[in-house]
Antibody, heavy 121, light 112 residues
C-alpha cells in the first residue's frame, strides 16, 4: 500500500524559505519508472503543479517558479524535499506530494493528505 | 503552457441521473508513443484529489464503472452514468504530455 505524507511549517514569513518534506512508504524511488511530484492549491482555487523528481534523479520544475524551487530525494529515508525561496503571501496554499508511475501513463495516482502553508508577517 | 478548459464550471445533478464534463486542451495531448496523457481527478470536500481516469479512458483501481472517459486529441469528456451522493466534489482534468503539467480550473458537482 502506497502512502505519502507532507510535513513542514504551517506559517512562514514573507521572504523566508519554505522547506517541505514528503515521507512515503510502499514504493522505492530507486525503482525504474517511479517519480514523486509536488502540487499546490491556494484556498478555493485550482491545482498547480510545481516540481517532479524521478528514480534516476531527473528533476523538472514549473517554469514560472523554477528560479525559486529545488527538489531533492533521499532514497534511504524514503523522502522527497521541496524548498521554495522568497515566499510571498500569494504562495499561501495546501501543498501536496503525489506518487507518479510509468505503469499508469505517469498519472499522479496516490496523493498525500496535504499540508497547509500560510505566508504572513 | 497547455491551457486546459473545463465546461461547465458547475453542475447540479439529481441522484441517478447522468452527468458529463468537457475538457479541451490548447494543444494535442497525443504523444509520439501513441498514448494520450489526459487524466481526470475528483477532489471530494476536504480531501486530496483522487485519480479516476488515466490515459483518457482507463479507470484507476477501485473506481466504479459508472465513471467513463472518452475523447482524443484536444477534446475529452468525463461521464458519470448515474450520479450518486458520494460523487460530489470538484472534478479536474490534467495533461501530462507537456511540461509544465497543467490542470483545468475544475468543475464543481453538487447533488440536487
Amino acid at each position: 500500500q502506497i502512502t505519502l505524507k507532507e510535513s513542514g511549517p504551517t506559517l512562514v514569513k514573507p521572504t523566508q524559505t519554505l522547506t517541505l518534506t514528503c515521507t512515503f512508504s510502499g514504493f522505492s524511488l530507486s525503482t525504474s519508472g517511479v517519480g514523486v511530484g509536488w502540487i499546490r492549491q491556494p484556498p478555493g482555487k485550482a491545482l498547480e503543479w510545481l516540481a517532479l523528481i524521478y528514480w534516476n534523479d531527473d528533476k523538472r520544475y514549473s517554469p514560472s517558479l523554477k528560479s525559486r524551487l529545488t527538489i531533492t530525494k533521499d532514497t534511504s529515508k524514503n523522502q522527497v524535499v521541496l524548498t521554495m525561496t522568497n515566499m510571498d503571501p500569494v504562495d499561501t496554499a495546501t501543498y501536496y506530494c503525489a506518487h507518479r508511475q510509468l505503469g499508469i501513463a505517469y498519472a499522479f495516482d496516490i496523493w498525500g493528505q496535504g499540508t497547509m502553508v500560510t505566508v504572513s508577517s | 503552457d497547455i491551457v486546459m478548459t473545463q465546461t461547465p464550471l458547475s453542475l447540479s445533478v439529481t441522484p441517478g441521473q447522468p452527468a458529463s464534463i468537457s475538457c479541451k486542451s490548447s494543444q494535442s495531448l497525443l504523444h509520439s508513443d501513441g498514448k494520450t496523457y489526459l487524466y481526470w481527478y475528483l477532489q471530494k470536500p476536504g480531501q486530496s484529489p483522487q485519480l479516476l481516469i488515466y490515459e483518457v479512458s482507463s479507470r484507476f483501481s477501485g473506481v466504479p464503472d459508472r465513471f467513463s472517459g472518452s475523447g482524443s486529441g484536444t477534446d475529452f469528456t468525463l461521464k458519470i452514468s448515474r450520479v450518486e451522493a458520494e460523487d460530489v466534489g470538484v472534478y479536474y482534468c490534467m495533461q501530462g504530455i507537456h511540461l509544465p503539467i497543467t490542470f483545468g480550473q475544475g468543475t464543481r458537482l453538487e447533488i440536487k
